[in-house]
């Protein structure tokens, strides 16, 4: 099926899709394209989306260049470049009407193979760099260099900045700078000489990505743990989560590691599974550490034993739950926002945990400095609930800055001249009111021993199988409940400016998609007030844009509608007024989807 | 669990180790577990080796998962931390922890059902690590609180207390440890209480993962006729291959020993704990052989004892690791902060 009709004539607005196989070095390749337009100061986001294969599989780079900031999937494919013969057909189905394909015409291409609507762009790749270049590891990564180098001339794409970029990526291997930038000139000439260049769909340097830099989701969570302090790591390899503790692990050796004794001033175990994993985070914590785990939705399944006994023992821990297509093993590879409740109620018996929605990586950063300081302060399990879109991807983000006058957050723990002081220590005592008992960490003072256990409790720690002593406990639980409300991240209101009963609710990953199509109803007269969540639980503001909209959209990836089922539970709200808006597929939301559906019922609902 | 608590007496006279604290001071809340239990005598072990050696209850964390076994941390040490965790997972919290804190004294107490059924995994993964744990399974064979079905280290054609033969294949700890890569292996009784001493204290001295299998009757499911973890059965059918017979303080000149008769411990304060060799052909720096040997005689149904296998030279977790000598949970966060200039001068390379 044809995407939606492209306006190619868009300078700084478009969206280039490349077909490859998984495993041929195209990524490099697709790195510096996306990294050329950055530089231009075009904003740009890139979405990899790849199957659960290491080598063979098809798979696809999208780059969606605006100059409007906008950063999520459209329906659109102005440019595809079609290096994948298996894909072929599909991808010229994708290409919007008026818009351009790019192939490898080395080979005569059947005449089935052609769109009228579509204009087709053969340039002999394979034909080109095997005259340059041997051995055939070195055509095959050439020929995705060479691609590059036709965009550049097709699209009017700096070569002088594509020259700096392989120089920058080649400085450790010179003589790797004069092949590339050879296979460059291959793919850029050809074009050049047989093509009418520049298309009307190209790149214009701008002024757009001053202050931003480009990053993952993963990697940016990673240097939140880092500067959050965190000197535990425990964990499970599990896509799409390795990433995060393999940065953490590269920032540690870099920024943790003593250059006189080579000492390390962090520890990062490699369980042997999920379980073990959460279990070395809760010992770490309740030992006195910041200790955090990375994992998935399965991973997540696998902790919740310990979680729960996180939750009932009041010990901090930091679960980063980088979620996939569910259920079961699922779609390792793509994306959703499925673990929500699973995540919000994780484990059995009454429990419930807060819950951090990073919306990109620029959050991914500052929340896990927040979740770290949060476990602390209330003394449970926090999650941190990213996707393997706003993880693996390449995001535009304006620069991360920190605070060095920043002190962890570390809670209500005794010190050993604290305890020296006092009478008594009782673990669950409710001293303050507020919820949250004083803690002690092992190894500061014998008054300060007390005895954990995920059995029945008292106040005091000993145990018991008493109603009301442990009625009295996990009462105070719902206290500590109600401080979280007003201490986990407010959710971000955005009003349009005009007298509207609409209301649009999203979080994570969904937040670009939300926006741009805020923008795109806007201009067609629909005006709708936007609220981010950020947590759960749901602090007043929550509950006053429930109240004072008729219609709220409910706008997520997965099939269940999690969130929807989430404001009904633990808001008042008149559940008639939610709707949800979904995207389940295991691609990232594109914005039309959004501005379609609402769109569609706001007709229906004029009719009735 | 405990919930009585325990008179604490104290008197004039009373011996005091060298911190000054009596041996009352190692000890926990009032057993609940049955009278005549195993468990509740490797529990005074534990008691007396701890104060024995002079450590501070409070640089003592105790771990367990649970089971009867598990429950008994709370029966010692009421000056140190104790975590009573999630069913077979004790190692992994004792890991997390030693991880945060190198310097703290881990003993976790499990048992046959917690560690070689439902924690097979993570006692083989902590043996592997060689964390720094002394780690006791209080073997019976049997569990407890849900009333006597077999464990995984029953013996084949052991008789439940219902008649009902076991028909699969038991788990040895020790050998599985050994096998498995493990620096300490050690096997006593908890009626043995002359042997188990010694081998709680070699075991918390030696730096990394000491599995000591004590196996400990249980008085209610299977310390009948026809049980091979009976007092029974055990008192008549286990064979020490060592004896702690001498114990060297620090500042003892070294005598010489006959080489290869002996198989020294150095404890925390240099002293040292001198296994001596009751069979002269054992050999417990030979991994092969240990093995070997504990096959042997377990066809001919005798259960070994005494300290079977040692490698004292095996890199500790953190050495492996290269984790800093200081706890980690004690560096400070000016320490641990890279500072906003790297955050800055990182980004530069992202763009």
């Given at each position: 099926m044809p995407g939606a009709d492209s306006t190619p004539r868009h300078i700084n607005d478009f969206v280039i899709k490349i077909g490859t196989v998984n495993g041929t070095g195209s990524a490099s390749a697709n790195t510096l394209l996306m990294k050329a337009l950055f530089r231009m100061g075009i904003p740009v986001t890139g979405k990899n989306l790849f199957p659960s294969n290491i080598q063979g599989l098809p798979t696809w780079y999208e780059i969606r260049a605006s100059r409007e900031g906008f950063n999520a999937r459209t329906g659109r494919v102005d440019v595809m470049v079609a290096m994948n013969a298996q894909t072929y057909q599909q991808d010229l189905a994708e290409v919007s009407s008026r818009g351009y394909l790019l192939y490898d015409s080395s080979w005569p291409r059947d005449r089935q193979l052609a769109r009228e609507d579509v204009h087709l762009i053969g340039i002999p790749l394979a034909d080109m760099v095997n005259r340059h270049f041997t051995p055939a590891r070195v055509r095959i990564l050439m020929k995705n260099i060479a691609y590059v180098g036709a965009l550049c001339a097709l699209m009017d794409i700096d070569t002088d900045v594509v020259r700096e970029l392989i120089e920058e990526t080649f400085a450790a291997k010179k003589k790797l700078i004069e092949p590339n930038m050879q296979a460059i000139a291959l793919g850029h000439d050809y074009a050049k000489e047989h093509f009418d260049c520049p298309l009307p769909v190209r790149a214009e340097a701008m002024n757009g990505t001053d202050n931003h830099i480009l990053i993952d989701g993963n990697q940016a969570a990673a240097l939140g743990c880092l500067y959050a302090g965190a000197t535990v790591g425990a964990w499970y390899p599990i896509t799409p989560s390795t990433s995060l503790m393999d940065a953490f692990e590269s920032l540690c050796k870099r920024y943790r590691t003593d250059p006189d004794t080579g000492e390390k001033r962090y520890c990062v175990v490699q369980a042997e599974d999920e379980l073990a994993a959460?279990?070395?985070?809760?010992?770490?914590?309740?030992?006195?550490?910041?200790?955090?785990?990375?994992?998935?939705?399965?991973?997540?399944?696998?902790?919740?034993?310990?979680?729960?006994?996180?939750?009932?023992?009041?010990?901090?821990?930091?679960?980063?739950?980088?979620?996939?297509?569910?259920?079961?093993?699922?779609?390792?590879?793509?994306?959703?926002?499925?673990?929500?409740?699973?995540?919000?109620?994780?484990?059995?018996?009454?429990?419930?945990?807060?819950?951090?929605?990073p919306a990109d990586p620029r959050e991914c950063f500052e929340l896990s400095v927040t979740a770290f300081d949060l476990a602390d302060r209330l003394q449970t399990?926090?999650?941190?609930?990213?996707?393997?879109?706003?993880?693996?991807?390449?995001?535009?983000?304006?620069?991360?800055?920190?605070?060095?006058?920043?002190?962890?957050?570390?809670?209500?723990?005794?010190?050993?001249?604290?305890?020296?002081?006092?009478?008594?220590?009782?673990?669950?005592?409710?001293?303050?009111?507020?919820?949250?008992?004083?803690?002690?960490?092992?190894?500061s003072h014998r008054k300060g021993a007390y005895f954990v256990r995920g059995s029945g409790h008292n106040r005091l720690g000993g145990y018991t199988e008493n109603a009301d002593e442990y009625q009295e406990v996990v009462d105070r639980l719902l206290r500590k409940w109600e401080t979280a409300c007003g201490a986990v991240p407010t959710a971000v209101r955005t009003d349009s400016g005009h007298h509207t009963e609409i209301g649009i609710i999203a979080y994570g990953s969904s937040h670009g998609a939300v926006v741009e199509a805020l923008d795109r109803l806007a201009a067609s007269g629909i005006h709708a007030n936007y609220l981010r969540l950020r947590a759960f639980p749901f602090g007043d503001e929550v509950q006053a844009f429930l109240d004072e909209h008729a219609t709220v959209f409910v706008v997520e990836q997965n099939r269940d509608g999690q969130m929807h089922s989430l404001l009904k539970l633990e808001t008042r709200t008149d559940a008639d007024k939610l709707v949800s808006i979904l995207h389940y597929s295991g691609l990232p939301i594109p914005s039309d989807a959004v501005s379609e559906r609402i769109r569609k019922h706001i007709r229906k609902e004029a009719v009735a | 669990m405990s919930f009585i608590t325990k008179p604490k007496v104290q008197w004039s006279g009373q011996r005091r180790n060298p911190l000054g604290l009596t041996i009352r001071d190692y000890e926990g809340g009032m057993s609940t577990l049955c009278a005549g239990c195993g468990h509740d005598s490797v529990t005074a072990a534990l008691v007396q080796a701890f104060w024995e050696l002079a450590i501070k209850p409070e640089q003592v964390i105790k771990m367990s998962g649970i089971g009867c076994s598990s429950k008994t941390p709370a029966y010692f040490l009421n000056g140190a931390h104790g975590f009573n965790s999630v069913h077979g997972r004790m190692p992994s919290v004792a890991t997390g922890a030693l991880a945060a804190h190198r310097d703290l004294i881990a003993v976790g107490i499990s048992g046959d059902g917690d560690s070689l059924s439902i924690g097979m995994g993570q006692f083989a993964h902590a043996v592997r690590r060689n964390i720094n744990l002394l780690y006791i399974i209080e073997n019976n064979g049997v569990y407890g609180l849900t009333k006597g079905q077999f464990s995984a280290s029953a013996d084949p054609g052991s008789k439940s207390k219902a008649g009902i033969e076991n028909q699969q294949q038991a788990i040895d700890p020790v050998a599985a440890a050994i096998s498995l890569g493990g620096s300490f292996a050690a096997r006593s009784f908890s009626g043995d209480k002359e042997q188990l001493v010694p081998l709680i204290k070699a075991g918390l001295a030696h730096p990394g993962c000491a599995v000591l299998d004590v196996i400990s009757p249980c008085v209610t499911f299977n310390d009948h006729e026809g049980s091979t973890k009976s007092y029974a059965w055990t008192r008549e059918n286990h064979e020490s291959v060592t004896t702690a017979d001498l114990v060297e303080p620090a500042d003892a000149i070294e005598t010489s020993y006959r080489e290869g008769s002996e198989v020294p411990v150095r404890l925390h304060d240099d002293s040292v704990i001198r296994f001596r060799k009751l069979e002269a052909d054992y050999d417990p720096g030979d991994r092969a052989h240990a093995l070997e040997y504990l096959e042997r005689h377990r066809a001919e149904g005798k259960v070994v004892t005494g300290l079977l296998y040692l490698d004292s030279d095996q890199p500790e977790f953190h050495q492996l690791s290269g984790t800093a000598l200081e706890p980690l949970r004690d560096f400070d966060y000016e320490r641990l902060n890279p500072g906003a200039e790297a955050l800055e001068e990182l980004q530069n390379r992202m763009r």
């Open positions: 959460a279990g070395m985070v809760v010992g770490a914590s309740w030992a006195g550490a910041r200790a955090f785990t990375p994992t998935s939705g399965p991973g997540i399944s696998l902790m919740s034993e310990f979680i729960g006994f996180a939750y009932y023992t009041e010990i901090p821990a930091v679960f980063f739950d980088v979620q996939r297509v569910g259920p079961s093993t699922g779609m390792p590879t793509r994306t959703q926002q499925c673990d929500l409740l699973s995540a919000a109620f994780c484990s059995h018996g009454d429990t419930r945990h807060p819950v951090l929605l399990p926090v999650f941190v609930l990213s996707d393997l879109d706003i993880g693996m991807n390449d995001w535009m983000i304006p620069k991360l800055s920190w605070d060095d006058d920043y002190r962890p957050d570390r809670g209500k723990v005794l010190s050993a001249a604290e305890l020296e002081k006092l009478d008594a220590f009782h673990r669950f005592d409710d001293v303050d009111g507020d919820g949250i008992p004083y803690r002690t960490l092992p190894g | -």
